[in-house]
Structures are given as C-alpha cells and as structure tokens.
C-alpha cells in the first residue's frame, strides 16, 4: 500500500483564506518530509521542509506541521491567492535506503 | 542557471521502437532520479543514481534503463516500449543521498501507441 497519503483529493478556497492541507504517513522511521507544489503541465517545486525532530517550521506564507505521534503532516498556507491553484504532494524520506516517498496529492482550487 | 533540463517535452512513440529520455542538471548535485507520474498515482520511483558511475532500481524499474558517466546527464532508454509506459517522466536532482530537497525538471510527457 501507499505510505504517504492524503486525506482529501480536492479542496476548495476562498481567496485570502487560510488553506490547510492534510497528510498522514505510516513509517514511523521516516526523518525528513517535503511539500511540494505542481503547477499544471511542470515538475514539482519545492515549498518547505521539515526534519522529523521538529514539530513546526515556518516559511514564507506557509507553515508545516509535525505530529509524529499520530504520524501526521500539514502545510498551512496564509492568505490563499490564486497563484496557489495548484497540486500539492507531501513526501517522506526513508532514512534506510534514502528515498522518497509521494503521496497521489491534493488538488487545491482558490475561488476569486 | 538553468537547473534540470529535459528533452523532449513531448513524444509520441510506436510500441516496439527505443526511446532515450535525457536529463542534464548544473547544480553538480551527485544524486539524480527519474520518476514516472500517472494520474491518482502519484510520483512513482524508476531508477536513481546516488553519485556518477552507479545506479539502482526503484519500485517500478521494469522495462527502463539508466547509466550515470558522469555528474551531470542521467539518460532513462526505454528498449522497447510498451503502451503502459504512457505517461509523464521527471527527472529530479538532490545534493546527495541525506534530507535535501529533490529539484525537478519540467517533464517529458510520453504517449506509446
């Protein structure tokens, strides 16, 4: 099975609100999570980080959130705006062979 | 700095017929990927190189090959393709084999008929 996965394929927003997009992991032993953004017909783009013996980091307009007790990811964007439309997938690196792991991702459509 | 580049952006291939997807970065990152994405699938690892001169299977590697001589060019050859190889292919780059962030390129969007 699938060990990183969404919890919603689609969400909805309104412009200027916040967006908080959903990710649960099942390997424990996982030490390093990425959020990236795919922009229809590009590759994936970076948007934060964390490192699993953190519980919260924060960029610009956007924050992730680490609960490694109940294996959970969030990213929080600030101020949705219509350049967010986007896909966004959640990764997890496997500290044993190094790799990372995709969720299928989250469709986000900001309404003007 | 141009990043990841990759070429074609697009190809229709016959089934049967050898296709080499190539993949050059700049950032003289020692590891590189390639990634499948189909839809509701997500990105799905092919093949990888931690460093130049070796490389090592990912979950779907059947059907693809790779070489890695040198740092910067990481060649997918698909030797006979097959209509399930439809799909979008990214290369990807990272420092190393440690918690760094992979980069991407923009994709070659492959369709076997």
């Known amino acids: 099975g699938e060990s990183v996965g969404l919890h919603l394929p689609t969400l909805s927003v309104q412009e200027g609100d916040n967006s908080i997009i959903n990710c649960a992991y099942s390997?424990?032993?996982?030490?390093?999570f990425i959020w990236y953004k795919q922009e229809s017909g590009k590759g994936p783009q970076f948007i934060i980080d964390?490192?699993?013996?953190?519980d919260k980091r924060q960029g610009q307009r956007v924050t992730v959130l680490l609960n490694k007790t109940v294996k959970h990811l969030s990213l929080q964007i600030a101020a949705t705006q219509p350049g967010d439309s986007a896909v966004y997938f959640c990764a997890e690196r496997d500290p044993w062979d190094y790799k990372l792991s995709f969720g299928a991702g989250t469709t986000v459509t900001v309404r003007a | 700095i141009a990043g990841i580049t990759q070429a074609p952006t697009s190809q229709i291939l016959a089934a049967g017929r050898r296709m080499t997807l190539r993949c050059t970065q700049d950032m003289r990152h020692n590891a590189m990927y390639w990634y499948r994405q189909d839809l509701g699938l997500g990105l799905r690892l092919i093949h990888y190189s931690n460093t130049a001169g070796t490389t090592g299977k990912g979950e779907v590697p059947d059907g693809y090959s790779v070489s890695r001589a040198n740092t910067d060019d990481f060649p997918l050859t698909l030797a006979s393709a097959v209509p399930s190889q439809t799909s979008v292919y990214f290369c990807?780059?990272?420092?190393?084999?440690?918690?760094?962030?992979?980069?991407f390129g923009p994709g070659t969007r492959l369709t076997v008929t």
């Open positions: 990807a780059s990272s420092e190393g084999t440690g918690p760094y962030e992979q980069y």
């Open positions: 964390i490192r699993s013996n953190m």
């Open positions: 390997n424990s032993a996982s030490d390093y």
